[in-house]
């Protein structure tokens, strides 16, 4: 059972310490800090807790990281259920949504055609759409920023009645609108340029929520706000946490939320999960119409982190299976090269280099050549740092592919990267000296390996020499730029690509 929103008990307290120690013990935990959380424990649980001297936001990273350390050292983390308490019962079939999700927005309830243009403006086209279409930020009507507690400097949000507003001019002709505003801690200016209109928008008494910079000017604090929006009554009366949504022209803030959390109550109950559940609970992932429902109105940072963490799993989730459907459909549509070399050769070319390889390198290595082996085309990505070793794994690849009686390529994007690729590959295999465009190495396969450049700058007649070695099957290892895939170069046996650097060909 989730602890009500109004009460803090030592459970949330450790969930939210957790949650700070994981983004780096940088105060940003909860909106405003941590110390206006730890206010509010002292006050609900007197003397259960020793706060942190003169206060957490004075604290150094590693004093923070120790009061953190002290703090979760005694409060034990939540009991589990006792072996024997009965097994929970099997999940229900959920019922269809009573909206497809597919269906076009004027399916929701408050769309019509007339509104529907002003939806299209914002990219929203179908009921999915609209799930999917989350805040830019919220306003926490439960715990406002006093003005007091305002700090320069960083962006703030706060809660202020409108007492004055004036409209002015600058030398250079731009409108300036003043407005003085308060709350019970204090009063400041909020400056607003060029929106005169403001003067008769913002009517004294009115309460508003600004969001902006602090600053000092000549000893008074000064406001600048990046945005605004008129408080909501309601809001406030509840303590409640309102989603602030991207907006175009005809499109008002308590309409589209409207529009947005009636359609969040009529599709959410019956939205199907399409991550299994045991997926779910190994990756600690909350249910998908519970991430959804919490982007739009997060209980408290814990819930919006909680449902950053899922939808964010779901973007690579989705990118992963497209990416191994396509690499499936490619492999059962395509018979490939079977590269069936002994293993002896890319052992003797390891023991030959002047450092051993990683478990890291080893292991790509090892899947790599695998793959090889397979009567179905390889589509690998080799992912490292640079000088992490990719070149001296691709290297053995190459190797194999030629000790197997075929041919490789290295495409890389630029011609000096071109260069030095041939001139790094050629010593790795054994080269005493690269040649200008074919190096012959002495290699561990007991006969030379012969490597070529292939760049665009080579002289036609080189070029023309080239085309006819690669096409006889005299270079093992081409090495080059596009220059590789000109209609006018034919491999005899192309067994193996590589391609350097794959993002920049586009």
Same mark, same amino acid.
């Given at each position: ?18 949650? &700070? ?119 926490? =009507? ?134 299994? &559940? ?18 739009? =109105? ?76 397979? &009567? ?42 071109? &260069? ?87």
């Amino acid at each position: 059972m989730s602890t009500p929103q109004g009460t803090l008990d030592l459970e949330r307290l450790r969930k939210v310490l957790e949650l &700070e120690r994981s983004k780096g013990y940088a105060d940003t935990a909860v909106t405003g800090g941590l110390d206006k959380l730890l206010a509010r424990f002292e006050s609900e649980h007197p003397g259960k807790l020793r706060l942190p001297s003169p206060s957490y936001r004075a604290l150094n990273a590693r004093e923070r990281e120790r009061w953190i350390a002290g703090v979760l050292g005694l409060t034990p983390p939540p009991s589990k259920r006792p072996a024997s308490a009965p097994a929970p019962p099997k999940p229900q079939r959920l019922p269809k949504p009573a909206i497809a999700l597919d269906a076009p927005l004027t399916a929701v309830r408050g769309i019509n055609t007339k509104s529907l243009p002003k939806f299209h403006k914002l990219g929203l086209g179908t009921v999915r759409d609209l799930l999917y279409f989350f805040p830019r930020r919220h306003i926490d =009507y439960s715990s406002p920023t006093p003005i007091a507690d305002l700090e320069p400097g960083t962006e703030q949000t706060v809660l202020v009645q409108i007492w004055q507003t004036t409209n002015k001019k600058t030398k250079r002709g731009m409108s300036v609108t003043e407005v003085t505003v308060g709350d019970s801690t204090g009063t400041m200016k909020a400056i607003f340029f060029n929106q005169p209109f403001l003067a008769e928008k913002f009517t004294p008494s009115a309460r508003v929520i600004l969001s902006g910079r602090l600053s000092i000017f000549k000893g008074n604090r000064v406001f600048q706000p990046t945005s605004y929006e008129m408080a909501d009554e309601e809001a406030l009366k509840s303590g409640q946490i309102i989603p602030v949504y991207p907006l175009t022209e005809g499109l008002y803030p308590r309409y589209l939320r409207r529009v947005i959390k009636g359609t969040l109550d009529s599709i959410l109950p019956s939205l199907p999960d399409f991550i299994p &559940e045991e997926v779910r609970k190994s990756a600690q992932l909350i249910g998908l119409a519970e991430a959804i429902r919490q982007a739009h =109105y997060p209980e408290d940072e814990i819930s919006k982190f909680s449902s950053r963490r899922r939808l964010a799993f779901d973007e690579l989730f989705l990118i992963q299976i497209g990416v191994l459907a396509k690499r499936r459909e490619r492999q059962e549509g395509t018979r490939g090269i079977n590269l069936n070399a002994p293993p002896e050769h890319v052992r003797r070319f390891v023991d030959s280099l002047p450092f051993k390889l990683t478990s890291a390198q080893r292991r790509a290595l090892d899947e790599s050549l695998a793959d090889l082996k397979r &009567e179905r085309p390889m589509s690998r990505l080799l992912h490292g740092d640079v000088g992490s070793g990719k070149t001296v794994v691709a290297t053995a690849a190459m190797l194999h592919a030629v000790a197997s009686g075929a041919q490789a390529a290295l495409m890389v994007p630029t011609e000096i990267l071109a &260069e030095q690729h041939f001139r790094n590959i050629s010593r790795l295999l054994g080269a005493q000296e690269s040649g200008d465009i074919v190096c012959s190495a002495d290699s561990v396969l007991g006969r030379p390996v012969s490597v070529g450049l292939l760049t665009g700058s080579v002289r036609q007649k080189g070029k023309k020499e080239l085309y006819r070695q690669i096409g006889a099957g005299e270079v093992d290892i081409a090495i080059g730029t596009q220059a590789l895939i000109q209609e006018k170069v034919e491999f005899k046996e192309l067994g193996l690509v590589v391609v350097d650097e794959q993002h920049r060909f586009g």
